[in-house]
């Protein structure tokens, strides 16, 4: 019987190679289809649902005990020096600035208005500098106002509203920052594309609140569907883009470089199918502030740190109590030996990018709600992301869960000695001293080789 004749090693090497463009086609096909899906999505038409901007506010101070409204203050809006309008406040104190559109003002109250016996109880906040107005909202500021001067209880006052705020941003940066420590933790990928989870989630929420096929539907609402579709998106990212390029052995410098080429391709897909510029959640436009305990506080940052800090508090029992958090952390410290023990790495790798995008979403959520909805909000927080991570420790959830606190406080803390322009500065500080003098971050454990 005459030898079956062998193929050409050039023939077997291309069928080889056809093969695997073949096994290709359908993952980039499915990734393809979920960022088609998503800009469909975000390209609901959003402009029928903006309203006329105007910045407004209560002028009141409390004489024995009592609220009392101030009649007859003069308030003048400027913009780049020109002035926009200016208001009287009425018999109940209230005013209101209409503008001409969405920017950054400047507002400012004319001392000699005020009425015999009331003055500003810090005199530095006669002009306000820098207030954002985003498109269609009616911003609130506020004078703080009293008799005589009390210099040291409005210092007091700041202080405390900055902490309150400090704590606000602490527990966003935690939230999103846990993702990416646990995403580094099992995969040792240092994913620069997961502050793009962090705007989706902001704008999937908004999207979903202000589409015309859901025009009542509040914030804690739309935010459901807004992270079942980031979490979904972070799964597919995980199957159809990170595993066959892990499978390839790919080097983890060539992963981060994929990462950061994601990154921009995101951020621009969001920016073609959202816009440029900044919005707000309807739900809580120009919310006001609330004395307590002699600071001011609006409630929307309490609830919002609450929530955060429920939602990392059952992410950390999660962690420590249940079979697959015991999994995750058994892969994040020994991968051969949980492979040997029988644990599916690959599905725990896939369960770790859903859950890091969830939280990624719900962070963006909390941070839109905080500050504005804008195509680039994950991009101008990623290096406090990465200072969080820093300083808890590469790969530990807890250490992030603190680290993320810090850097918040440490952030909103500082604008008592730098202007609020460079307070992220801060947080680059302890980002650079870490990596001097710790690299392992505070809860951050010496690895054994060999």
């Given at each position: 019987m005459a030898a079956r004749p062998r193929k050409p090693a050039d023939a077997r090497l291309r069928r080889g190679t056809g093969g695997a463009v073949r096994g290709l086609i359908r993952p980039v096909r499915l990734l393809f289809g979920a960022v088609t899906i998503l800009l469909v999505i975000l390209s609901f038409p959003?402009?029928?649902f903006a309203q006329d901007e105007s910045i407004a506010g209560t002028l009141v101070y409390r004489a024995e005990g009592e609220r009392t409204p101030v009649e007859g203050v003069t308030i003048t809006v400027f913009q780049d020096g020109a002035e926009i309008g200016s208001a009287v406040s009425d018999a109940e104190g209230r005013w209101q600035v209409p503008l001409p559109g969405p920017g950054t003002y400047q507002v400012s109250l004319d001392v000699a208005t005020l009425p015999e016996g009331v003055t500003l109880t810090d005199p530095t906040q006669v002009e306000l500098s820098n207030v954002v107005v985003l498109g269609g909202q009616r911003k609130a500021v506020l004078f703080p106002l009293g008799e005589g001067s009390a210099i040291g209880i409005a210092f007091y006052g700041r202080i405390g509203a900055l902490f309150v705020a400090?704590?606000?941003?602490?527990?966003?940066?935690?939230?999103?920052?846990?993702?990416?420590s646990l995403i580094y933790g099992v995969t040792r990928l240092v994913n620069f594309a997961h502050a793009e989870l962090v705007t989706l989630g902001a704008v999937a929420a908004f999207v979903f609140q202000a589409s015309g096929s859901l025009p009542s539907w509040p914030l804690v609402l739309a935010a459901v569907p807004a992270v079942i579709l980031v979490a979904a998106f972070g799964g597919l990212q995980g199957r159809y883009l990170w595993q066959p390029l892990r499978r390839r052995g790919t080097s983890v410098v060539s992963l981060m470089v994929v990462s950061i080429g994601l990154s921009f391709a995101l951020r621009s897909l969001i920016q073609l199918g959202f816009g440029g510029l900044p919005v707000a959640y309807r739900d809580f436009a120009g919310q006001p502030a609330v004395q307590f305990v002699g600071i001011a506080v609006v409630p929307k940052h309490l609830v919002t740190t609450a929530a955060a800090i429920l939602t990392l508090f059952l992410v950390a029992q999660f962690l420590q109590r249940s079979r697959v958090g015991t999994a995750m952390r058994a892969v994040a410290d020994n991968r051969d030996l949980?492979?040997?023990?029988?644990?599916?790495?690959?599905?725990v790798i896939q369960f770790t990018w859903v859950l890091a995008a969830f939280l990624a979403g719900l962070g963006g959520i909390f941070f839109g709600l905080n500050e504005s909805v804008t195509y680039d909000m994950g991009f101008k927080i990623l290096l406090l992301l990465f200072a969080a991570v820093v300083l808890g420790g590469l790969g530990t959830a807890y250490g992030v869960m603190a680290g993320g606190f810090v850097v918040g406080v440490v952030v909103e803390m500082s604008t008592l000695w730098l202007p609020s322009e460079l307070k992220v500065t801060s947080g680059l500080v302890i980002l650079i001293v870490m990596l001097l003098f710790r690299p392992l971050g505070i809860f951050g454990a010496r690895e054994r080789i060999g």
């Open positions: 959003l402009a029928a400090g704590l606000k941003l602490g527990a966003t940066i935690a939230l999103a920052a846990v993702g990416l949980a492979e040997s023990s029988g644990i599916d790495v690959d599905r």
